[in-house]
């Protein structure tokens, strides 16, 4: 309880004694005076005549309006290179879906044409095929019943 109690105090005490020895430092804050010819300056600094003031403001305003343009230059370059980019892609993937819709549109024309290739010209010579089938079926038959008939009366 009593370390806590010294320990309060010392903090109180650094602090008051930090305070104690701040400095003002006055001399960081701009100050400005306008002065005649002859007058004593109020502070010590640099002293600039009207015209070099309004060269140093307009060599600022100079600077940040030519860093604006600069600015504004490389971001139209960056966006017209990547916008032609852009298109280029753009054109390129054009061209592959045109052709590949056109050689879609040939092979539909292709399956379309065989298609009705089938269908005008069915097999007009179905009759003679089951004529021509049957015949060489009963043939076949007479065929193999003459020679099993001679091998069995050869025996």
């Not at 701009?30 to 010819?37: D, M, N, R, S």
């Not at 030519?66 to 966006?79: I, M, N, S, T």
Request: net charge negative.
């Amino acid at each position: 309880m009593l370390n806590k109690i010294i320990a309060q105090i010392l903090c109180c005490t650094l602090l008051m004694y930090s305070s104690a020895y701040a400095q003002d430092n006055s001399s960081d804050v701009p100050k400005y005076t306008h002065l005649e010819l002859g007058e004593p300056a109020p502070f010590a600094g640099t002293l600039f005549n009207p015209v070099a003031t309004a060269q140093l403001i307009t060599e600022h305003q100079y600077s940040m309006s030519e860093c604006d343009l600069r600015v504004e230059y490389e971001l139209a370059k960056l966006e017209a290179r990547y916008t032609l980019q852009i298109d280029s892609l753009n054109a390129s993937a054009n061209a592959q879906n045109e052709r590949l819709n056109l050689l879609i549109e040939a092979k539909e024309l292709e399956i379309d044409t065989y298609r009705e290739m089938a269908l005008e010209q069915p097999n007009k010579n179905n009759d003679w095929w089951l004529l021509g089938g049957t015949v060489a079926g009963i043939g076949l038959s007479l065929g193999v019943f003459f020679a099993t008939n001679q091998i069995v009366n050869s025996q």
